[in-house]
Each structure stands twice: as structure tokens, then as C-alpha cells.
Nanobody, 127 residues
Framework: QVQLVESGGGLVQAGGSLRLSCVASERTLSTYVMGWFRQAPGKEREFLASISWNGGDTAYYAGSVKDRFTISSDNAKKTIYLSMNNLKPDDTAAYYC???????????????????WGQGTQVTVSS
């Protein structure tokens, strides 16, 4: 069973920055694509960014965060990161790391292509 453990959430003022981490229990074809999502209260889960272990710097972002968020990976540590800058109150949400098996692409924005999910880490941005 693949396990994902997120960390790095917290309370930050608007304009501040946070870096989330997600450690995967394995780095295999079963966890080829890694992604970050978030869900605010009363809203649907939203895709943020995706990367793969073998894709180098190739990443894909949601348009709403492309200029402020950066996804990266450290293969040796089996860890991906989400660096978030210029945070806004609307960024307040539970942030989830997810992983899916290899499907021929280096990234994915589709929830149904992710097989395992972390427990989430809360990010709260105060105004």
C-alpha cells in the first residue's frame, strides 16, 4: 500500500510564503505521477500542479496558481514539494498530495488518474 505524508501547512499572513512537502513510501511506476490538489470548505477539490519522478523539471500547473506556486521533486528523498508565494486568503484550504501509476504522460490534472492520496495538510491565509 502506497503511503503519502504531507507536511508544511500552517497559518500565514496574506503575501507570505509556505512550502509543503509530501513524502512517498515508494518511487515506482505505481507512483509515477505526483500531484497537488486542494479543497476549501464547501468547494470541490481543485487541481494545482503535477510532476513525475522521471520528468525532470517538466511540470503542469492550474492557471490560477501558475505564477505563484512551484512544484518540484527530490527523487532521492522520494519527496515532492509545493512552494507557494504571495499567498492570498482564497488559498485557504486543505492541501493534498496524490500519486498515480504511469499512463504515458509526465503529469496529470485528472483526479481519476490518481490512485493514492495523502491525509492533507491545512493552509490558512489570514488577511
Amino acid at each position: 500500500q502506497v503511503q503519502l505524508v504531507e507536511s508544511g501547512g500552517g497559518l500565514v499572513q496574506a503575501g507570505g510564503s509556505l512550502r509543503l512537502s509530501c513524502v512517498a513510501s515508494e518511487r515506482t511506476l505505481s507512483t509515477y505521477v505526483m500531484g497537488w490538489f486542494r479543497q476549501a470548505p464547501g468547494k470541490e477539490r481543485e487541481f494545482l500542479a503535477s510532476i513525475s519522478w522521471n520528468g525532470g523539471d517538466t511540470a503542469y500547473y492550474a492557471g490560477s496558481v501558475k505564477d505563484r506556486f512551484t512544484i518540484s521533486s527530490d527523487n532521492a528523498k522520494k519527496t515532492i514539494y509545493l512552494s507557494m508565494n504571495n499567498l492570498k486568503p482564497d488559498d485557504t484550504a486543505a492541501y493534498y498530495c496524490a500519486t498515480g501509476r504511469y499512463r504515458g504522460r509526465l503529469y496529470s490534472s485528472r483526479e481519476n488518474e490518481y490512485d493514492y492520496w495523502g491525509q492533507g495538510t491545512q493552509v490558512t491565509v489570514s488577511s
